[in-house]
């Protein structure tokens, strides 16, 4: 793609037809040290995995897949029923440490690697009509699987540019859901796949209450899962 936004392209063989228009955008973090490793893995045909972008922790946007192709970054997924996300999606990578003490903890994303995602989702959210609920973590598309790209991922900058829903902020206080079965129901309903129940609760807490991630169902995540789901539903957050 001819985008001012993109400084380099090296591209990937990791990839192949889509399947579905173009719905969503899946970031990730690479949970790699340095870059360079990244890229090899994300260009290695024998990796057999890539994505379409790949932002360094300097703000370098590096294309790796045209956006017409699929990509190959979501792996095993489900969001809102789509499971071939991969065809549905564009992905991004993040360069990042990722969670692994090896690599020297888990740590905040780094401004100028956030400068850049902003433009570049804005203009894929623009030129695909992709919804803000549709704007998702790879954990929020794979909770059994995946934590990526994490509770420190800045959710609330992409909400200020309307590329992501925001938290939301007024709760109706009180217990909108019966029983943990219902709101694994209404966790099912806004999109997550819940097979695994835990994961998907604590996937839904990364997301929307970063501040205690545990896979248990209590009254605050509650509130909240019932305000995103009154919004989706009154037409406020499409
Ligand atoms: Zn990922």
Redesign the pocket.
């Known amino acids: 793609m001819s985008d001012e936004l993109v400084h380099r392209t090296q591209l990937s063989p990791n990839c192949n037809e889509r399947q579905l228009p173009i719905t969503m955008a899946v970031v990730?973090?690479t949970e790699m040290k340095p870059v360079e490793t990244a890229l090899d893995r994300l260009t290695d045909p024998e990796a057999g995995v890539s994505a379409h972008y790949l932002i360094t922790e300097e703000g370098e946007v590096i294309e790796l897949v045209p956006e017409e192709l699929r990509a190959w970054?979501a792996g095993k997924s489900d969001w809102r029923g789509v499971t071939d996300v991969n065809s549905a999606s564009v992905g991004i990578e993040l360069d990042h440490p990722g969670h692994a003490a090896e690599n020297g903890g888990y740590r905040e994303f780094s401004k100028a690697q956030i400068d850049a995602l902003i433009p570049l989702l804005a203009r894929i959210v623009k030129e695909y009509d992709i919804p803000r609920t549709n704007v998702v973590a790879?954990s929020d598309v794979a909770p059994a699987r995946?934590i990526?790209p994490g509770e420190l991922f800045p959710w609330d900058r992409l909400a200020e540019y309307g590329l992501a829903l925001p938290k939301p902020e007024k709760l109706e206080l009180g217990d909108p859901f019966d029983n943990d079965g219902a709101f694994m129901l209404a966790m099912e309903r806004f999109g997550y796949d819940i097979t695994d129940a835990e994961k998907a609760v604590e996937a839904f807490q990364r997301r929307w209450r970063p501040e205690l991630i545990d896979g248990q169902v209590d009254q605050q995540i509650g509130a909240i899962l019932f305000q995103l789901l009154l919004d989706r539903d009154r037409g406020l957050a499409r």
């Open positions: 990730h973090y970054h790879h995946k990526d």
